[in-house]
């Protein structure tokens, strides 16, 4: 079935240093979504990708929507304290037949001041 | 950006009780709505698709007559968890989604529900 894979599933990380996590599925997807939720709040989106190759910025944040359209990446430039929180991938999968879309395990982000 | 708004943010009831969230867009028409559930430190699971005017979408292994979900106008959304358990503690959150052309699903703050 429709699954999303993230990695890496946590990460410690010093201020001012760049973050890499991404996503994978078996499957192909239609549109890619990055989101951040802090705890006990409903996620935020980030970007959102909707074609294959698009590469798109939000300030320091950069995501890539890949070729084979079942994988993506997000990127954190220069982290600082406030990027603490549990990022998730999300994704429309292109078989569903009903607007749908699922998430990723999610990738627990930590900052070391 | 969009607004979503979910209430009440908390609840706690008794075992046996129905208790109802609601999910509002504030500002666009949603034609589409969902509905996750989280446990702690794990991802968000989709319950079901809410679709106005129509009946909802369960995903495999979510009870109909459990959560109920009512979706009557183009900004509002309701689950309605029916004869509550402890094991229906969890945080459940809604998002809505723009009509035709967009993909983006802003979400609700979420509903941290417990069941004593």
């Known amino acids: 079935g429709q699954q999303l894979n993230q990695s890496p599933q946590s990460m410690f990380i010093q201020e001012g240093e760049d973050v890499s996590m991404n996503c994978t599925s078996s499957?192909?997807?239609?549109?890619w979504l990055w989101y951040k939720q802090d705890p006990g709040e409903g996620p935020v989106l980030l970007i959102a990708l909707y074609k294959a190759g698009e590469l798109t910025s939000n300030g320091r944040l950069t995501a890539q929507f890949g070729i084979t359209r079942k994988d993506s990446f997000l990127n954190i430039s220069a982290s600082i304290p406030s990027d603490v929180g549990i990022y998730f991938c999300a994704g429309q999968p292109r078989e569903t037949s009903y607007d749908k879309v699922i998430f990723g395990p999610g990738t627990s982000l930590s900052v070391i001041p | 950006g969009a607004v979503v708004s979910q209430h009440p943010s908390r609840v706690i009831c008794k075992s046996g009780t129905s208790v109802k969230i609601e999910c509002r867009s504030l500002?666009?028409?949603?034609?589409?709505m969902f509905w996750y559930r989280q446990f702690p430190k794990q991802s968000l699971m989709l319950m079901a698709t809410s679709n106005e005017g129509s009946k909802a979408t369960y995903e495999q292994g979510v009870e109909k007559d459990k959560f109920l979900i009512n979706h009557a106008s183009l900004t509002l959304s309701t689950l309605t968890v029916t004869s509550a358990h402890p094991e229906d503690s969890s945080f459940y959150i809604c998002s809505a989604r723009r009509p035709t052309g967009w993909t983006e699903a802003f979400f609700g703050q979420g509903t941290r529900l417990t069941v004593v």
């Open positions: 500002d666009f028409q949603a034609t589409t």
């Open positions: 499957s192909i997807f239609n549109t």
